[in-house]
C-alpha cells in the first residue's frame, strides 16, 4: 500500500510564501513523474506543476515564474515553493504520483492541504 502525505500548507498574506511537500511511503518500486494540482471552490482540480524522475519541469501559465517544483529522488518526496501568492491561489492542493509497485503501476493522491491566500 502507498501513502502519500501532504504538508505545509494555510493562510498567507497577498505576496507572501509558502512551501508545500509530499512524502511517498509504503511499498514502492518507482516512481516517474510527480505532479501538484489544485481546486478551488467551484472549480475543475487543475494541474498547477509536475516533475519527472529525471527533473524535468512543467507550470500551468498561471503559475509560472512564481512557483518552483522539486523532488528529492531519494525521499521519494516532492515539493512546491509558492511565492508572490495571489488571492488566485486559494485552494486545496493535492500531491499526486503514479507509482509502480509489487501489484503493478496505479494512480496515487494526497489527502489534500488547504492554501488560503488574503488580500
Known amino acids: 500500500q502507498v501513502q502519500l502525505v501532504e504538508s505545509g500548507g494555510g493562510l498567507v498574506q497577498a505576496g507572501g510564501s509558502l512551501r508545500l511537500s509530499c512524502a511517498a511511503s509504503g511499498s514502492i518500486f518507482s516512481i516517474n513523474a510527480m505532479g501538484w494540482y489544485r481546486q478551488a471552490p467551484g472549480k475543475q482540480r487543475e494541474l498547477v506543476a509536475a516533475?519527472?524522475?529525471?527533473?524535468?519541469?512543467n507550470y500551468a501559465d498561471s503559475v509560472k515564474g512564481r512557483f518552483t517544483i522539486s523532488r528529492d529522488n531519494a525521499k521519494n518526496t516532492v515539493y512546491l515553493q509558492m511565492n508572490s501568492l495571489k488571492p488566485e491561489d486559494t485552494a486545496v492542493y493535492y500531491c499526486?504520483?503514479?507509482?509502480?509497485?509489487?501489484?503493478?503501476?496505479?494512480?496515487?493522491w494526497g489527502q489534500g492541504t488547504q492554501v488560503t491566500v488574503s488580500s
Open positions: 499526486n504520483a503514479p507509482v509502480e509497485t509489487i501489484l503493478g503501476p496505479d494512480d496515487y
Open positions: 516533475i519527472t524522475s529525471g527533473g524535468s519541469t
